[in-house]
């Protein structure tokens, strides 16, 4: 329990939730899911959006742990963060089954 009285799977849930809370974090993830790996100047000639702000959620995700960075100058190649995307579609997983178990009650 956190010092807010949460679990620490809420907080992580919560932290993976807002990282999905944007539509081209979304369309990211699902071309990181498509591919083993993404280098950020193929998005940004895909996404359309400016450099800058492909790479403000590119860090909003890589700060959530659903994905991960490499840098080999000039260049910086992205991927799914295997073990925390795992992670995430368990805690959603298991989310969704426990609201799906008091539909009846309301």
């Not at 329990?1 to 369309?27: C, W, Y």
């Not at 991960?68 to 997983?93: H, M, R």
Request: hydrophobic share 40%; proline share 3%.
């Amino acid at each position: 329990m956190s010092k807010k009285g949460l679990t620490d799977q809420q907080e992580q849930l919560a932290r993976f939730a807002k990282a999905l809370g944007h539509p081209i974090r979304i369309a990211i993830l699902e071309m990181l899911v498509n591919q083993s790996c993404c280098y950020h100047g193929d998005m940004s000639e895909i996404l359309p959006i400016a450099k800058s702000t492909l790479s403000q959620h590119l860090s909003e995700l890589k700060d959530a742990g659903l994905i991960q960075g490499t840098i080999t100058l000039p260049t910086v190649k992205y991927c799914i963060d295997e073990k925390n995307w795992k992670k995430a579609k368990s805690l959603f997983a298991g989310f969704f089954t426990q609201l799906q178990k008091t539909d009846d009650i309301c």
